[in-house]
């Protein structure tokens, strides 16, 4: 089962940066690039919201309206990591924050959580004003 786990998490102020990074562990061999490998995000009280995602083929990238142009996905393929780099952040962005993966990558619905598989225990970040 492939396991993946998210680091990168903290506290900053509002217009900081953070880069959050997502890496399978505990089964040998898996390729992230074999996946779509997506950002998810969830506040207290709130659900769990598509924040982007980046495809395995081709690593077509969408983003939610809310982090557009703040926001970047990439993924490392030799270091079999993706990343979420946060800019200009601000207060509404905090939430704990998961990656997860999804066989699926010609689907218009990747920013919807229903769309992915398996999930690391996710990072918080908290943005202070």
């Known amino acids: 089962q492939l396991q993946l786990v998210e680091s990168g998490g903290g506290f900053v102020q509002a217009g900081g940066s953070l880069k959050l990074s997502c890496a399978p562990s505990g089964f040998a061999g898996s390729a992230l690039d074999y996946y779509t490998v997506g950002w998810f995000r969830q506040a207290p009280g709130k659900q769990r919201e598509g924040v982007s995602y980046i495809t395995g083929r081709s690593g077509s990238t969408n983003y939610a309206d809310s982090v557009k142009g703040r926001f970047i996905i990439s993924r490392d393929n030799a270091a079999n990591t993706v990343y979420l780099q946060m800019s200009s952040l601000k207060v509404e962005d905090t939430a704990d924050y998961y990656c997860?993966?999804?066989?699926?990558?010609?689907?218009?619905?990747?920013?919807?959580?229903?769309?992915?598989?398996?999930w690391g225990r996710g990072t918080q970040v908290t943005v202070s004003s």
């Open positions: 997860g993966t999804s066989a699926y990558s010609g689907s218009s619905y990747l920013l919807d959580s229903r769309m992915y598989d398996y």
